[in-house]
């Protein structure tokens, strides 16, 4: 079975541009997370959609937003990127909402904001 | 919100020795706890995990304990091998939150032949 899968791997962007990330779930899994993970901040959430509703929101600026589609697939996107948004980030799925199905993560997709 | 606290933030083992990572939570409503591990240029990957209604889970070489009084939890890897060298998470999650995990700063475990 297919993991999560996360394109672009790598990603260049200039400050004040705007990016897409896209995300596709393991087959059969409903829920997807977005997390950033940098060295000074770690792991953050930043949203979960389940169903293509946002189910809950993590502490970012409304710069970052994302959605999904019926086919579970999953895109973010950052507008007027600024440096600190420099960072791994990392997609993941699940079944279903809630701790009651594990979270698998992807590669991530490495932003870096010059 | 919740705070989770990681120690050590670096360790190093010989092989065949056993690793210890623990992590404090400051949520009392939280309740699911995984650990995942992280190798480099990869996402991390989900090792073990432990709800609150378990003290004690065990998989094999790894094992998590959990305090619930102490707000505390552990990860226990028995016979260390050099392949388990990587960036060790915990995370805390209560259970409507959906599923926003709240991460620990990370232990980056080595472990020497």
């Known amino acids: 079975k297919a993991g999560v899968t996360q394109t672009p791997r790598y990603l260049i962007k200039t400050r004040g541009q705007q990016v897409t990330l896209s995300c596709s779930p393991i087959s059969g899994h409903r829920s997807v997370s977005w997390y950033q993970q940098t060295p000074g901040q770690g792991l953050q959430f930043l949203f979960e959609?389940?169903?293509?509703?946002?189910?809950n929101k993590g502490n970012f600026p409304g710069r970052f937003s994302g959605r999904q589609f019926s086919n579970s697939r999953s895109e973010m996107n950052v507008s007027t990127l600024e440096l600190g948004d420099s960072a791994l980030y990392l997609c993941a799925s699940s079944l279903a909402t809630g701790s009651d199905s594990p979270l698998h993560f992807g590669n991530g997709t490495r932003l870096t904001v010059t | 919100g919740e705070n989770v606290e990681q120690h050590p933030s670096t360790l190093s083992v010989q092989e065949g020795d056993s690793a210890v990572i623990k992590c404090t939570y400051s949520?009392?409503?939280?309740?699911?706890f995984p650990w995942y591990k992280q190798e480099l240029g990869k996402g991390p990957q989900l090792i073990i995990d432990?709800?609150?209604?378990?003290g004690e889970k065990k998989d094999q070489r790894i094992a998590v304990t959990l305090n619930k009084t102490a707000k505390h939890f552990s990860l226990h890897i028995t016979e260390t091998q050099p392949e388990d060298s990587a960036v060790y998470f915990c995370a805390a999650s209560r259970a409507n939150s959906g599923y926003a995990l709240n991460f620990g700063k990370g232990t980056s475990l080595l472990v020497t032949p």
């Open positions: 959609y389940f169903s293509e509703t946002q189910r």
């Open positions: 432990i709800r609150s209604n378990v």
């Open positions: 949520d009392s409503a939280s309740n699911y």
